[in-house]
């Protein structure tokens, strides 16, 4: 089956900095998103993606599908920003579950 | 938006209880499933199912049983509850395999078996 692989696996950042997350899959996908664990445990859905480029305020994505790998743009970084952010995508088969990469730990101090 | 709720934020029983775990999602998703989440092991599917009735095993099924009776809700069942299933669980919702089939969350249940 597809494997999902993230980096950095943790990442530090000032307040008003940027950073790039980079999400790598090892076959073709149909779908891929992007999620926001907060500190509650509550996965945020940020982007479906499957190839492109989409922007939501100060995130963006990009997945080129050719390529086999996305890319999370966060610009200006907040606090509330803390946190796990996982791309996943799915298995294709019959269960259609979501394959999740070990995500990024991302703490923006103050 | 999508709505998917769980019944219960945090949850502590004892070994051996029948636990059940609700998920109600309200935009009339065919598929619904249930994941556990663990330290080092990421997310794992446990059941889902993709219409009333119908469900389907996926990677750790062993000790769980579901219930789908209406569309909108999906129950995990933990027969006899053991230590070792104290974890985060997740419920998630999407529509049709084959058509946009994004997966939207819960706020997950925090469970701990004593």
């Known amino acids: 089956g597809i494997q999902v692989e993230q980096s950095p696996p943790d990442l530090i950042l000032q307040e008003g900095a940027n950073s790039t997350l980079r999400c790598n899959f090892s076959?073709?996908?149909?779908?891929l998103q992007w999620f926001h664990q907060n500190p509650w445990g509550q996965l945020i859905n940020l982007f479906y993606i499957p190839s492109g480029t989409k922007q939501n305020g100060r995130l963006s994505a990009t997945t080129v599908a050719t390529e086999r790998y996305s890319l999370l743009y966060i610009s200006s970084s907040q606090t509330t920003d803390s946190g796990v952010y996982f791309c996943a995508a799915p298995w294709g088969g019959a269960t259609n579950k979501l394959i999740f990469g070990t995500g990024t730990l991302l703490a923006v101090q103050p | 938006d999508v709505k998917v709720t769980q019944s219960s934020r945090y949850l502590v029983k004892r070994t051996g209880e029948k636990v059940f775990l609700e998920c109600v999602q309200d935009m009339d998703h065919e598929n619904m499933f249930w994941y556990r989440q663990d330290p080092g092991l990421g997310l794992r599917l446990i059941y889902f199912s993709y219409d009333v009735k119908m469900k389907e095993k996926g990677d750790i099924p062993e000790g769980y049983s579901v219930s789908r009776e209406k569309k909108e809700r999906f129950s995990l069942i933990l027969e006899s509850a053991s230590t070792n299933q104290t974890s985060m669980y997740l419920c998630?919702?999407?529509?049709?395999?084959?058509?946009?089939?994004?997966?939207?969350f819960g706020p997950g249940t925090r469970l701990t078996v004593l």
């Open positions: 998630a919702s999407s529509l049709s395999i084959g058509s946009r089939n994004e997966q939207f």
């Open positions: 076959d073709s996908v149909n779908n």
